[in-house]
């Protein structure tokens, strides 16, 4: 059974770090594409941060290019996706959502895309308080 769990969210206060982690089983996803989405209420789900298979390319949106770093692990049977969230703000209150793609290339543009992602996690809620 395939599964993306996310854990780490919280309430934090305005320049405060979070750490959100997403277990990823059930499948082969040491080859997959993956990547950070959040969703605010009322608006669109929206693309945070990308890794390539082997974390060697990222892509981050520019709002939290500089603050965010995303990374993996796939040394073991469960990947391991990470987001560090550093100087967080209030306008990053949102649901994080982990995904993962059955393509282990995707074109940058791809990334930014949730159509491309084949898999998503539950979510975390995240709340910054100014």
């Known amino acids: 059974q395939v599964q993306l769990v996310e854990s780490g969210g919280g309430l934090v206060q305005a320049g405060d770090s979070l750490k959100l982690s997403c277990a990823a089983s059930?499948?082969?996803?040491?080859?997959?594409?993956m990547g950070w989405f959040r969703q605010a209420p009322g608006k669109e789900r929206e693309f945070v941060a990308g890794?390539?298979?082997?974390?060697?390319?990222?892509?981050?949106t520019d709002s939290v290019k500089g603050r965010f770093t995303i990374s993996r692990d796939n040394a073991k049977n469960t990947v391991t996706l990470q987001l560090q969230m550093n100087s967080l703000k209030p306008e990053d209150t949102a649901v994080y959502y982990c995904?993962?793609?059955?393509?282990?290339?995707?074109?940058?543009?791809?990334?930014?895309?949730?159509?491309?992602?084949?898999?998503w996690g539950q979510g975390t809620q995240v709340t910054v308080s100014s």
């Open positions: 995904a993962a793609s059955d393509s282990t290339y995707l074109s940058t543009s791809y990334y930014y895309d949730t159509r491309k992602y084949d898999y």
């Open positions: 059930g499948r082969t996803f040491s080859t997959s594409a």
């Open positions: 890794s390539s298979w082997s974390g060697g390319r990222t892509y981050y």
